[in-house]
């Protein structure tokens, strides 16, 4: 069985027991688990359900591997660079996103 979801403005494939990198999102910080609601497509092999634009009573169950807070990991270094042609003007400055990783434990349709 997987699903289609939505978080943070970017879809994910997502089954049971996948461990994901998503957005940033506010959570509490004694929570254990976060529920996903933004469901647009559920398949378990024999039959599929496909939302106009998320399916009602759906949810996707997921838990932090840490703590809330320790769940929070740095995705790679971006160097992006802004550069003036013909001024001799150059400057490169770092990014690094932060991702809140999740491991999937249900998925409900």
Do not use: C, W
């Amino acid at each position: 069985m997987y699903a289609v979801i939505e978080q943070g403005g970017k879809q994910y494939k997502v089954s049971q027991g996948d461990t994901i990198n998503i957005e940033l999102a506010e959570v509490a910080p004694d929570a254990k688990s976060i529920e996903i609601e933004k469901v647009l497509f559920v398949s378990d092999g024999k039959q599929i359900k496909v939302g106009t634009p998320y399916l009602d009573g759906a949810k996707v169950i997921a838990t932090f591997k840490t703590e809330a807070q320790d769940a929070v990991v740095n995705g790679p270094k971006l160097y992006p660079t802004h550069f003036r042609r013909r001024k001799n003007s150059s400057r490169r400055t770092g990014h690094r996103q932060k991702y809140l990783q999740i491991t999937i434990d249900a998925i409900e349709a």
